[in-house]
Nanobody, 117 residues
Framework: QVQLVESGGGLVQPGGSLRLSCVVS????????MGWYRQRPGTQRELVAG???????EYRDSAKGRFTISRDNAKNTVYLQMNSLKPEDTAVYYC???????????WGQGTQVTVSS
């Protein structure tokens, strides 16, 4: 069993920044794929950013140039640095990790990000 705990969400003004953290209950050095999804009100969950064990990253188009995903294997943590936030970034952000021989996808409980003046 793998547990993921997100933190770092909150209320921020447009143009502001937040850094989300996701702490994993086991070593992440062998976890091939981790990242962040979000779910905006009335929409389906969508991929924001992902990072592989080798450090390769991917971003949704609206996040490119504003968000940066990183992982610290020593701290069993994956981060999402979000800059130049917009009201449309308002959502619940979920951390995920694909772990184990079957690459089962584990999820965190989510953290609310609200961008509003």
């Amino acid at each position: 069993q793998v547990q993921l705990v997100e933190s770092g969400g909150g209320l921020v003004q447009p143009g502001g920044s937040l850094r989300l953290s996701c702490v994993v209950s086991r070593s992440i050095s062998s976890i091939k794929d981790m990242g962040w999804y979000r779910q905006r009100p009335g929409t389906q969950r969508e991929l924001v950013a992902g990072i592989t064990s080798g450090g390769s990253t991917e971003y949704r188009d609206s996040a490119k140039g504003r968000f940066t995903i990183s992982r610290d294997n020593a701290k069993n943590t994956v981060y999402l640095q979000m800059n130049s936030l917009k009201p449309e970034d308002t959502a619940v952000y979920y951390c995920y990790a694909d772990a184990g021989p079957t690459m089962y996808r584990y999820w965190g409980q989510g953290t609310q990000v609200t961008v509003s003046s």
